[in-house]
C-alpha cells in the first residue's frame, strides 16, 4: 500500500526558514508527479509546488521567489525548502503524489500525506 509520510513542521518567526519533507513508500511502480499542499483555519485546502519526474517544477504565485520544491528520486522523497516565511504561510502542509503501483496494471492513483503544521508568528 502507498504511503506518504510528512516531516519537518514547526513554529517560527517571520523571516525564518523550514524545510518539509516527504517520503513516498509502499507499492510503487511509477512516480508521476509529486506536490505540496496547504490548508490555513477555516479555508480552502490550495495547491503550492509541484515537480515531476522529469524534474520540471511549478509555483503558485504566492510562494514563487521564497519556497523551492526538489526531490530525492532513489529515495521517493520530495522536499519544499521555505524561505522568508510570513504569518500567511501559516497552514498544514500536505504532501500528495500521483503514483502507478503495479506494472501489470495501467491504474494511476494520487495519494495523499497526513500533513505537517507550519506556523509562522512572531
Known amino acids: 500500500q502507498v504511503q506518504l509520510v510528512e516531516s519537518g513542521g514547526g513554529l517560527v518567526q517571520p523571516g525564518g526558514s523550514l524545510r518539509l519533507s516527504c517520503a513516498v513508500s509502499?507499492?510503487?511502480?511509477?512516480?508521476?508527479?509529486m506536490a505540496w499542499y496547504r490548508q490555513a483555519p477555516g479555508e480552502q485546502r490550495e495547491w503550492v509546488a509541484t515537480?515531476?519526474?522529469?524534474?520540471?517544477?511549478n509555483y503558485a504565485e504566492s510562494v514563487k521567489a521564497r519556497f523551492t520544491i526538489s526531490r530525492d528520486s532513489a529515495k521517493n522523497t520530495v522536499f519544499l525548502q521555505m524561505n522568508s516565511l510570513k504569518p500567511e504561510d501559516t497552514a498544514v502542509y500536505y504532501c500528495?503524489?500521483?503514483?502507478?503501483?503495479?506494472?501489470?496494471?495501467?491504474?494511476?492513483?494520487?495519494?495523499w500525506g497526513q500533513g505537517t503544521q507550519v506556523t509562522v508568528s512572531s
Open positions: 500528495r503524489s500521483k503514483v502507478r503501483p503495479d506494472m501489470s496494471r495501467s491504474t494511476v492513483n494520487s495519494y
Open positions: 509502499g507499492k510503487i511502480f511509477s512516480i508521476y508527479w
Open positions: 515537480i515531476t519526474t522529469e524534474g520540471s517544477t
